[in-house]
């Protein structure tokens, strides 16, 4: 069980700096400028908007394949936190990029399938999945993404995940 | 994309690489276009360090590959004999068969099967330099405007 008197400030910098470790070892997070808000386990994806994000210049709008990325970065991010959250609350281990044993394993993609609701603005949008079933093999995940409104969706998806092994 | 009798398919294929190089996206990932025909379409990719999303083996994101996907779906689309004015993309499936070698060209191959006044449907599959074992394999719906 988590130690109740344990100082807030290492209860938070162990979370984040678990989560920055996490994030920061995917360059292609890095290159689309993805980054992740921390509330508790609750994680939200932020995808600053960029030029180099644009899949139509005439509207202009964010390319699908955009979208598309992002919300599977979230879904990706959002299993292998589940994980290790649950490793570094019980102390079973402290996450370091420098070791690579240390840091966990990401899930492989098997399929993943995107509705897109809005054509997507040029400006920041924001993801959350939600692990629906997760299980020793095999995970299911679901992820809405949005710009100005969390009720008015930018594209949702649902992804099916193979766990890393051993 | 202009179409014409009087355009060679050297010609069309000049104007489909511009129409990609004028989406910063696809210029940011280093897309070309190999080939364009009657609703069908090949964009290939290279592979780059920036793009990996897996450190341990070196493979490209899975995103990665949906960019190629959409951007392929969408040049079949605007390559059907219909002649549409613009298209979306409804929704799109992508199962991942295996991953992508790391520092190998990914190539896509597009192909609207069916369309209607309003909706496209397309196929796609997606190859590294093993052309013979798909990396991925994409179903999608997209919309037909004008």
Not at chain 1, 21 to 26: A, C, M
Not at chain 1, 27 to 33: I, N, S, T, V
Not at chain 1, 59 to 85: C, D, K
Request: hydrophobic share 45%; with cysteine.
């Amino acid at each position: 069980m988590a130690d109740r008197r344990e100082p807030l400030h290492l209860i938070k910098s162990r979370r984040d700096s678990a989560l920055a470790t996490l994030v920061s070892g995917v360059p292609y997070l890095a290159w689309l400028g993805i980054r992740f808000d921390r509330r508790g386990d609750e994680l939200t994806a932020i995808l600053p908007y960029d030029e180099k994000l644009i899949g139509n210049p005439l509207l202009p709008a964010i390319h699908g394949g955009v979208t598309a990325a992002f919300l599977e970065v979230t879904a990706i991010i959002e299993l292998a936190w589940a994980g290790l959250w649950e490793e570094m609350e019980s102390g079973r281990i402290v996450p370091d990029a420098a070791v690579d044993s240390a840091m966990p394993r990401l899930p492989k993609t098997i399929d993943f399938t995107v509705d897109y609701l809005r054509s997507g603005l040029p400006r920041d949008a924001y993801a959350r999945a939600r692990i629906v079933r997760s299980g020793r093999r095999y995970a299911s995940v679901q992820v809405e993404a949005w710009q100005d409104n969390r009720a008015r969706l930018l594209a949702q998806a649902t992804g099916h995940f193979l766990m890393p092994q051993g | 994309m202009p179409q014409g009798p009087d355009l060679t398919d050297r010609d069309q294929t000049r104007i489909a690489q511009q129409f990609i190089e004028a989406i910063p996206h696809a210029r940011a990932l280093g897309m070309r276009v190999d080939a364009l025909g009657e609703g069908t379409a090949t964009i290939s990719m290279p592979w780059a360090e920036h793009l990996v999303g897996d450190p341990r083996s070196g493979v490209v994101h899975g995103g990665v590959v949906s960019a190629l996907m959409d951007t392929c779906c969408g040049a079949a689309v605007m390559s059907h004999p219909a002649g549409p004015a613009s298209t979306a993309t409804i929704d799109l499936r992508i199962d991942y068969m295996r991953a992508a070698r790391q520092g190998q060209r990914i190539t896509a191959t597009a192909e609207c099967y069916h369309m209607t006044r309003t909706v496209a449907f397309v196929r796609a599959i997606a190859l590294d330099e093993d052309d013979g074992n798909p990396v991925a394999a994409a179903t999608g719906a997209f919309t037909v405007e004008g």
